[in-house]
């Protein structure tokens, strides 16, 4: 009965270091979204899966942000060579099925707050 | 290109009703509005979506005006909890590939005692 769980809540990293986000999403729950949020301003869509693949990317800003969720749970946000500008809360959510036409809802976790120095 | 255009900031009285305005002067007729809020330190948190009727549950009430350009949440009565964040957003149910959320600034909410 938990709901989505982020870990670690904070990570603190240095410019040019690798970091992993890790979401666990509701059980059951197919879809999963990750979401970035800046100080002041709403979460933006990084990326969207369905099931083990990613069924949209458009929102990852470059080739340093990458995603997975090799067995269709768990999903993990990766980042390369992080620089300041990264810094920012970054959200999971997940959905039942991901099919907007049932209106779902999306529950969202606590975030991790990213700050790379 | 903003679907949805709310206040920044609004304060209210705690016990009484909270409205809170949106407007979504270009949205479609296949489009829906939905009300997401963040508490702080929160992700966001599902309130109540609508198409046009008029929508209640037990956490809030939805009213969308008849030519659907605008529509008002309200917290029935507001509590020092409801501080947050609100955000009103459009979004297309039977789109395929249209199942991301778009958020907004949205707007601040504060409960006063």
């Known amino acids: 009965g938990a709901g989505v769980s982020q870990t670690p809540s904070n990570k603190v990293t240095e410019k040019g270091k690798y970091v992993e986000l890790r979401c666990d999403p509701i059980?059951?729950?197919?879809?999963l979204y990750w979401y970035r949020q800046s100080l002041g301003q709403g979460p933006e869509f990084l990326i969207y899966f369905q099931g083990t693949g990613a069924a949209d990317d458009s929102g990852l800003p470059n080739d340093r942000f990458f995603a997975v969720r090799p067995e269709g749970s768990v999903s993990t946000l990766k980042i390369q060579r992080t620089e300041r500008g990264d810094s920012a809360v970054y959200l999971c959510?997940?959905?039942?099925?991901?099919?907007?036409?049932?209106?779902?809802?999306?529950?969202f976790g606590s975030g991790t707050q990213l700050s790379v120095l | 290109d903003a679907k949805t255009t709310q206040p920044t900031s609004m304060d209210c009285a705690e016990g009484r009703a909270a409205n809170l305005p949106c407007n979504h002067s270009?949205?479609?007729?296949?489009?829906?509005v939905y009300w997401y809020r963040q508490i702080h330190s929160q992700g966001p948190q599902y309130i109540i979506h609508?198409?046009?009727n008029n929508e209640t549950n037990e956490m809030a009430s939805l009213i969308i005006t008849e030519d659907r350009k605008s529509s008002t949440l309200i917290l029935p009565h507001a509590t020092l909890r409801d501080t947050a964040v609100y955000y009103c957003?459009?979004?297309?149910?039977?789109?395929?590939?249209?199942?991301?959320?778009?958020f907004g600034a949205g707007t601040t909410v504060t409960v006063r005692a």
């Open positions: 957003i459009v979004r297309v149910a039977f789109e395929a590939n249209d199942y991301k959320l778009s």
């Open positions: 059980s059951g729950h197919t879809a």
């Open positions: 959510a997940s959905s039942f099925e991901g099919t907007p036409q049932l209106n779902e809802k999306l529950f």
């Open positions: 270009t949205i479609s007729g296949n489009e829906y």
């Open positions: 609508g198409l046009k």
